[in-house]
């Protein structure tokens, strides 16, 4: 294993993206030395190393339940090794906000703010997350919302699940995992609100762990979060519920009433 790289990690009935941290020690099994301060591990080596998911992972620690506390690591479709778990890593900087750390320190900004395109536009980005089942009709309150605002001379964009799998920076073969639209779709929000967008886009069943990622690499620009019916977040997440049995113009009328409401649209008359 080696840094930087992705690999799956299966256990139990989990399958998950997950990165090498930190290598602890290593002991080479073929020679029975032990070494610290690697940057890697090879084949036949002994690790202690600490691993990151970016989806919360149920486990055992292997010495009380030994059958949850145990995984194995696939690379290319291909075990490429196995583990047991000693104890859950400390609470600490994770993979995303390393990441968007590293990134603010060499994103050179315009000299034009969001803010002044805000007076200039006469609005505040953000991003739009319609959120719900799928089939309640998503995607169509999507594509109304934002004919209306633009009708209205708004600077406002949706974009769909297909425009938002473009190879933006991602790994090659990646384009239908999740985690990998989830990433993509942050760094586009990022984007899209820096220039002063109203960016509008749907996910089905968007779980927390998932919105969390999604405002970190959004970060520092905002965003609102609508379910339509049923949705997994917790209710602290979302900041509007709308029924899919309603007209879909009255569902419009609600988002824009609620961007007007947290001054995204600070002169709208409904």
């Not at 073929?30 to 992972?57: F, G, M, Q, W, Y």
Request: contains cysteine; hydrophobic residues 40%; glycine residues 8%.
């Amino acid at each position: 294993m080696i840094y930087d790289k992705r690999y799956l990690l299966k256990l139990g009935t989990a399958r998950v993206p997950v990165w090498l941290r930190h290598i602890n020690n290593v002991l080479d099994a073929s020679e029975l030395t032990t070494e610290s301060n690697r940057e890697h591990i090879e084949r036949h080596d002994v690790a202690e190393c600490v691993l990151e998911t970016v989806k919360p992972v149920a486990f055992d620690l292997s010495a009380e339940i030994a059958q949850t506390g145990r995984f194995v690591i696939i690379d290319n479709y291909q075990i490429a090794g196995g583990g047991v778990i000693l104890d859950a890593a400390p609470g600490q900087g994770g993979l995303i906000e390393e990441y968007v750390s590293q990134r603010e320190k060499a994103w050179r900004r315009s000299r034009i703010t969001p803010a002044l395109r805000g007076l200039r536009h006469g609005q505040r980005s953000t991003l739009v997350i319609i959120n719900g089942p799928a089939d309640t009709g998503k995607a169509d309150i999507a594509f109304q919302l934002e004919e209306r605002l633009f009708n209205e001379g708004r600077q406002v964009y949706y974009l769909g699940v297909d425009n938002s799998l473009l190879a933006i920076g991602g790994q090659s073969g990646a384009d239908n995992l999740r985690d990998e639209y989830i990433r993509r779709l942050g760094e586009t929000s990022h984007l899209f609100t820096d220039a002063g967008f109203i960016l509008i886009t749907t996910i089905s069943n968007l779980e927390d762990y998932e919105l969390n990622i999604l405002k970190t690499l959004t970060s520092p620009g905002d965003y609102l979060v609508v379910s339509v019916d049923d949705h997994n977040l917790s209710d602290d997440f979302v900041d509007l519920i709308i029924d899919s049995k309603k007209e879909k113009a009255v569902s419009v009328a609600q988002i824009i009433y609620l961007l007007t409401k947290r001054q995204y649209l600070p002169d709208y008359s409904i």
